[in-house]
Structure formats: structure tokens, C-alpha cells
């Protein structure tokens, strides 16, 4: 069974930064892409970036590219998502999942943990 389990959440002040983490076991995770996502009430989860399985090309939707980092290490079966910048609309439930692959941001997989939370204020 697949468990995901993402940390690193917080309260913080626009322009701070923010590191999250996740760490998956149930899987062979060196083998998947993976997603990082967010959530806020009311709307559908948005995939805001993807990493393939053995790291290279990354990817970003519009709104974080140039102030979000992905990466990934194997060898600990664990996804980082580096935030700079951050600003009050990245407020949002945090989640990380496998992928199918990255040529599509939106989850393929239902696998999800608890998430982390994020709050900036302005």
C-alpha cells in the first residue's frame, strides 16, 4: 500500500521561504515521476510542478516557475519542493503523489497523504 507523508508546512511572511518534503514508501519510488500539488477550500487540486523518476527536466506551472524547486532523492524515497518568494496566494494544502509522467501536471494517481499546510501572510 502506497503512503505518502509530506512535512514542512508553515506560517510565514510574503517573500519568505519554505522547504517541504515527502517521503513515500509502499512503492518502488526511483521508478516514478512525481507530482507536488495544492489545495485550497473550495477548489480542485492544482499540480503545480513534476520531477521524472530519475531526476533531469522539471517542471512548473506558471504561477511558481522561477520561485519554486523541485527535486528528489532516491536513494531516501524522498520529494523536496524548495518555495522562495512566497506570496500570500501560495496559501494552500500541500501534497505530493506519484505520476504517471510529467507531460501533464493534474494527478494521475490516487495515492494521497495529509498534506502539509502553508499560510503566508502579506
Known amino acids: 500500500q502506497v503512503h505518502v507523508a509530506e512535512s514542512g508546512g508553515g506560517l510565514v511572511q510574503a517573500g519568505d521561504s519554505l522547504t517541504l518534503s515527502c517521503i513515500v514508501s509502499?512503492?518502488?519510488?526511483?521508478?516514478?515521476?512525481m507530482g507536488w500539488f495544492r489545495q485550497i477550500p473550495g477548489k480542485e487540486r492544482e499540480g503545480i510542478s513534476c520531477i521524472p523518476s530519475s531526476g533531469g527536466s522539471t517542471y512548473y506551472t506558471d504561477s511558481v516557475k522561477g520561485r519554486f524547486t523541485i527535486s528528489r532523492d532516491n536513494a531516501k524515497n524522498t520529494l523536496y519542493l524548495q518555495m522562495d518568494n512566497l506570496k500570500p496566494e501560495d496559501t494552500a494544502m500541500y501534497y505530493c503523489?506519484?505520476?504517471?509522467?510529467?507531460?501533464?501536471?493534474?494527478?494521475?494517481?490516487?495515492?494521497w497523504g495529509r498534506g502539509t499546510q502553508v499560510t503566508v501572510t502579506s
Open positions: 509502499g512503492m518502488t519510488f526511483e521508478n516514478y515521476p
Open positions: 503523489a506519484p505520476k504517471k509522467a510529467c507531460v501533464i501536471l493534474a494527478p494521475d494517481f490516487n495515492y
